[in-house]
C-alpha cells in the first residue's frame, strides 16, 4: 500500500519560511520522480515543484528563486524549502509520487 504523509505546515508571516516534508512508503522512492502541488481554496489543484530520479528539479514562474525542491532517497523523503513567503501562497500543499499517488496535504497560511 502506497502512503505519502507531509507535514511542516502552519501559520507563518509574510517574508518567512517554512519546510515541508513528503515521507512516501510502499514504492521503490528513488525510481520515481516526485512533486509538490498546492491548492488554494475555490482555484485548481497547480504544480509548483518537481524532481527526477536524477535531481532535474523544475518549479512554477510564481515560485523560481523563493522554492526549493529536494529528496533524501534514504529517507524516502521529499522536501519543499518556501522562503520569501506571500499570502498568495497560502494553500494546501500536496505532494505526489511517481506521477499516481496523492498525500492527504498540508496547510500552509501566509498571514500577518
Known amino acids: 500500500q502506497v502512503q505519502l504523509v507531509e507535514s511542516g505546515g502552519g501559520l507563518v508571516q509574510p517574508g518567512g519560511s517554512l519546510k515541508l516534508s513528503c515521507l512516501v512508503s510502499?514504492?521503490?522512492?528513488?525510481?520515481?520522480?516526485m512533486e509538490w502541488y498546492r491548492q488554494a481554496p475555490g482555484k485548481q489543484r497547480d504544480l509548483v515543484a518537481s524532481?527526477?530520479?536524477?535531481?532535474?528539479?523544475n518549479y512554477a514562474d510564481s515560485v523560481k528563486g523563493r522554492f526549493t525542491i529536494s529528496r533524501d532517497n534514504a529517507k524516502n523523503t521529499v522536501y519543499l524549502q518556501m522562503n520569501s513567503l506571500k499570502p498568495e501562497d497560502t494553500a494546501v500543499y500536496y505532494c505526489?509520487?511517481?506521477?499516481?499517488?496523492w498525500g492527504k496535504g498540508t496547510l500552509v497560511t501566509v498571514s500577518s
Open positions: 505526489r509520487a511517481a506521477m499516481a499517488y
Open positions: 510502499g514504492i521503490f522512492f528513488s525510481r520515481y520522480t
Open positions: 524532481i527526477t530520479p536524477g535531481d532535474y528539479t
